[in-house]
């Protein structure tokens, strides 16, 4: 693993270093200055469900509960980033990670690769790979040392599941007193891999976000939105389309055939050191199966020389229905207890977190946090890999420790 992410990082190097020579002269910088930083989190979690997996990704294939009592894949994960800074303007950033993948491995995958030019010291652009900016901590989604918890509220982050965006990007910084406002705007396409192969489109991704920062004060709103294509549903809803124009009907409805799915999100935090407090609000339509959500979440913490416990309350509730009748005739019942489990699979729930964090030595934090989950009537909330004997509703119970580290 450590071997297949050298070599991405010497691709990176080689592609920066021909770029530097086919498009600039020793008189107008000096000699590109190449870096390396790397982070990683090795991670356990017990969950006291046993009729289904809690995971932390949608792409993940098991987790703690069914699949194993205690896990080590909802979390763990080693990343490596190399950055060219190839003149005063123009830089390049590969940033590669090896995780649990939709197939079982670890095989490392590119999370961001781009190139980026600074037109001004406030306004640039990024080509390539870049973040999918759609919350607070996006720019360090993957980086559990710089965050708070073990990991993210799933009720409002399970809503954006992708962390980045092929295409580009552009950031403007403005300034009003003591105040920093950076505005940035993306487009581009996203390509996803989950469940044993399946695949999903999203296309025609655009957004625009608004940040403020004033002091220990940060403010955030974003909207974006793309056409989702979950090639997995079409022959499920072709079946449908077979019973003439009621079963058109309600392919039309349901079925994730380029459907538009906006997102939109607020977020807040206030950290002046001693203690912090952040929240964010979201709110996702996607008018097909997949239904649409509205989730939010409130944390705090207070440090205490190296320890930091904190407390955190998230919710996710369902805003379109999570049943319908489909078509009133025998041969369709098949069909109909499908849909209806489609629909029903839309996380209803609400979670306390517990926990501590501890900055034991430098560069590297232990973390220890209970989550208490009650899950809606009906759903089965943010858990997958359910089973025979699962119940809907419910409470489950996670045990998570984590070692979080940068280098």
């Given amino acids: 693993m450590i071997k297949s992410i050298s070599n991405k990082l010497t691709q990176i190097t080689l592609l920066a270093t021909a770029l530097y020579a086919a498009g600039a ?41 069914y699949s194993h ?29 090896a995780e649990q993948n939709y197939d079982n491995s670890y095989r490392p995958h590119v999370e ?67 105040a920093t406002n950076t ?12 469940d044993d192969g399946n695949k999903a489109e999203a296309r025609q991704q655009w957004g625009i976000f608004n940040t403020t920062e004033y002091g220990p004060l940060t403010l955030r709103i974003g909207y974006h939105q793309t056409h989702l294509n979950i090639k997995a549903f079409h022959p499920f809803f072709n079946a449908f389309r077979q019973f003439g124009p009621e079963g058109i009907a309600i392919a039309e409805k349901y079925d994730c055939n380029g459907k538009l799915i906006p997102f939109a999100t607020i977020g ?19 008018h097909c199966a997949i239904g649409d959500s509205t989730a939010w979440y409130a944390s705090g913490g207070y440090r205490l020389g190296d320890f930091t416990p904190y407390l955190t309350y998230s919710r996710s509730e369902a805003d379109s229905n999570t049943s319908d009748p489909g078509l009133a005739v025998p041969a369709a019942a ?27 030595m430098r560069n590297t934090t232990l973390k220890l946090q209970y989550d208490h989950t009650d899950i809606g009537a009906g759903s089965p909330g943010v858990l997958s890999n359910i089973q025979p004997g699962f119940k809907p509703g419910g409470r489950v119970d996670l045990i998570s420790a984590a070692m979080e580290f940068v280098f």
């Fill in 112 to 178: 961001w690769a781009n190139i980026k030019y600074q037109f001004t010291p406030d306004f640039s652009v990024r080509i390539g790979r870049i973040v999918m900016p759609s919350f607070m901590t996006s720019g360090y989604r993957k980086v559990g040392y710089a965050m708070p918890w073990v990991r993210p509220p799933l009720e409002v982050y399970g809503l954006v599941p992708i962390s980045n965006n092929d295409g580009l990007d552009a950031s403007y910084r403005l300034y009003s007193g003591e």
């Fill in 334 to 360: 098949g069909l109909n207890a499908g849909l209806n489990s489609i629909l029903g699979s839309i996380p209803v729930q609400q979670t306390v977190s517990l926990g501590v964090r501890w900055d034991f």
């Fill in 268 to 286: 807040a935090s206030y950290d002046p050191g001693q203690w912090f407090v952040m929240g964010e609000w979201a709110r996702s339509v996607s």
């Fill in 69 to 97: 009592a205690w896990s080590f894949d909802v979390d763990s994960l080693i990343g490596g980033q190399v950055t060219a800074n190839l003149s005063p303007k123009l830089s390049a950033v590969l940033q590669v990670i």
């Fill in 183 to 194: 505005i940035q705007a993306i487009y581009g396409k996203v390509d996803m891999t989950y």
């Fill in 25 to 65: 002269s020793a008189d107008d910088f000096e000699a590109p200055i190449f870096s390396f930083s790397g982070f990683g989190t090795l991670g356990v979690v017990h969950s006291s469900e046993d009729q289904a997996d809690f995971s932390s990704s949608i792409f993940k294939p098991n987790g703690a509960g």
